[in-house]
T-cell receptor, first 118, second 114 residues
Framework: GAVVSQHPSWVICKSGTSVKIECRSL??????MFWYRQFPKQSLMLMAT?????????EQGVEKDKFLINHASLTLSTLTVTSAHPEDSSFYIC??????????????FGEGSWLTVV | AQSVAQPEDQVNVAEGNPLTVKCTYS??????LFWYVQYPNRGLQFLLK??????LVKGSYGFEAEFNKSQTSFHLKKPSALVSDSALYFC????????????FGTGTRLQVTL
């Protein structure tokens, strides 16, 4: 199946600083990528939909100025958590939609990034 | 609005026995249905999907799922469970024409014991 790479896997940052998480589709082009947040023992919460070359669409309740999303190419989307606070500590997962080829309509996920804000 | 229900928080099964993880959905129009598995501290791995065609879908690692339109269900099954199948399983749905936005269930933890 298609591969989505997410980096870093683990990151620790100080309160007030910003941290960037990258999501790359390695063997397919993804015009649409998604960013999720997962709390322990809970399901995935969609934060935003990232479209290549345009502004991201944020879900209700997600602060767009705090969670900056950039989708500059067909294979890369980035999530920047700005002015991080301990409550932003979470597991962040990206996914990419492959809408063409044999795997059409399937969404593939990255391995996730653990963010700890201290 | 579309939704997914996974009624069981946890399913326990002995190795070698068949397993079923339940999923029901609600969506306008025809659904695209997916199963994903998540191991501890990892992302989600795609298992299988139903788009159209045969109601019985076969996926990775010996898993299969049956689409039942009248019952709006898409239960995940495996004839013989392995200890290594122990993980968190998510069912997801999206309607056709909604630009790939998935709605997930709350997840079911599968525990396979010797």
């Amino acid at each position: 199946g298609a591969v989505v790479s997410q980096h870093p896997s683990w990151v620790i940052c100080k309160s007030g600083t910003s941290v960037k998480i990258e999501c790359r589709s390695l063997d397919f082009q993804a015009t649409t990528m998604f960013w999720y947040r997962q709390f322990p023992k809970q399901s995935l919460m969609l934060m935003a939909t990232s479209n290549e070359g345009s502004k991201a669409t944020y879900e209700q309740g997600v602060e767009k100025d705090k969670f900056l999303i950039n989708h500059a190419s067909l294979t890369l989307s980035t999530l920047t958590v700005t002015s991080a606070h301990p409550e932003d500590s979470s597991f962040y997962i990206c996914s990419a939609a492959e809408l063409t080829g044999l795997n059409g309509n399937t969404i593939y996920f990255g391995e996730g990034s653990w963010l700890t804000v201290v | 609005a579309q939704s997914v229900a996974q009624p069981e928080d946890q399913v326990n099964v002995a190795e070698g026995n068949p397993l079923t993880v339940k999923c029901t959905y609600s969506v306008s129009g025809n659904p695209y249905l997916f199963w994903y598995v998540q191991y501890p501290n990892r992302g989600l791995q795609f298992l299988l999907k139903y788009i159209t065609g045969d109601n019985l879908v076969k996926g990775s690692y010996g898993f299969e799922a049956e689409f039942n339109k009248s019952q709006t269900s898409f239960h995940l099954k495996k004839p013989s469970a392995l200890v290594s199948d122990s993980a968190l399983y998510f069912c997801a749905v999206r309607a056709t024409g909604t630009a790939s936005k998935l709605t997930f269930g709350t997840g079911t933890r599968l525990q396979v014991t010797l």
